[in-house]
């Protein structure tokens, strides 16, 4: 993967610095207007809980012994590729990163059905929790484990208030399949 290097000489690869600039435009968009609940796009949704999840992570990566920072990049750049496109659909004029990233084109990425509602912020929730996960895989301390699992169930609650079951079900589905391809 080709880097970027800083003034000061640092590398960042690109799909760290694609993360942050999403986790950014995620804050940015957040509204406090009264939105429908029926078909929300994407930036309709409160992003907390993507913030709660990568301070999480933060702590994670400073704990998990042999992660250093190419590791540390990866899982973050991941773990961001998997939110994104857990809510491309949900974007007017989304443009996946399928075809901008060296040989992502070649796996073939769930679509949502057509004419079936989804949560975004839902399918996003499941999809960061499985990635992280598959990002630190056995390197994970039960204790940890259970916190991401926790947190993946009371946001999965949070964000499934007045969201009827199937949508949330068919939501939480298909961001576990996002992160299961990437």
Request: some cysteine; proline content about 4%.
């Amino acid at each position: 993967m080709k880097s970027l290097t800083a003034s000061n000489g640092n590398t960042y690869p690109k799909v760290l610095i694609i993360c942050i600039i999403f986790c950014l435009v995620l804050i940015e968009s957040c509204s406090k207007d009264p939105v429908n609940l029926e078909n929300k796009m994407a930036e309709d949704y409160n992003p907390d809980f993507l913030l709660s999840y990568y301070n999480h992570l933060c702590t994670i990566v400073k704990t998990t012994p042999g992660f250093f920072p190419p590791q540390a990049s990866r899982a973050y750049g991941y773990i961001g590729i998997a939110a994104y496109e857990s809510i491309i659909n949900g974007i007017d004029g989304g443009q996946s990163l399928q075809n901008q990233l060296n040989e992502f084109s070649s796996y073939k990425l769930p679509q949502p059905i057509d004419g079936e509602k989804y949560n975004w912020a839902i399918a996003s929730n499941a999809a960061v929790s499985k990635m992280m996960k598959y990002m630190f895989d056995k390197n994970l301390t039960s204790a940890t484990r259970f916190t991401i699992d926790s947190l993946e169930t009371v946001f999965h609650k949070q964000l499934s208030d007045k969201v009827d079951l199937s949508t949330s079900e068919r939501s939480r589905l298909f961001g576990q399949k996002i992160s299961d391809v990437i």
